[in-house]
């Protein structure tokens, strides 16, 4: 279930696996529906399938975010982030979840490098 990546002239081209892609909506369905453990049990087949999928990282970790276990969500923005440094919606999401941690400059950083990203300017 692995998603291929091809570099060529400085673009990347993702080719989409559609059981991913399906699992991806179907987790995204009992989160929105608050069935939290059954999305992480969806999250977790895809990142043990392709453990660089970022928005299955980034997803685990607004669950976890959600569900009030922010150490571990930071742990899944960081993992995330790892595979992609300019997403700037995790790097914005890890920095509320900082800020709910008492980590409030840390977090304000955070946030400010997702705007930044998200505004084009870094």
Known sequence: MET??????????????????CTLRDAHKCKMAGDYHQALNLYDRII?????????????????????????????YDAALLCDPHNAEAWYNRGITLRKTGRHEEGLASIKQGIDLAMGDI
Request: hydrophobic share 45%; charged share 30%; glycine share 2%.
């Open 48 to 76: 043990a399938d392709d453990p660089a999928n970022v928005r299955a990282l980034h997803s685990k970790a607004n669950v976890l975010d959600r569900m009030g276990n922010y150490a571990e969500a930071l742990a899944w």
């Open 4 to 21: 291929d990546v091809l570099v060529s002239q400085e673009r990347t081209i993702t080719k989409i696996d559609p059981n991913i892609e």
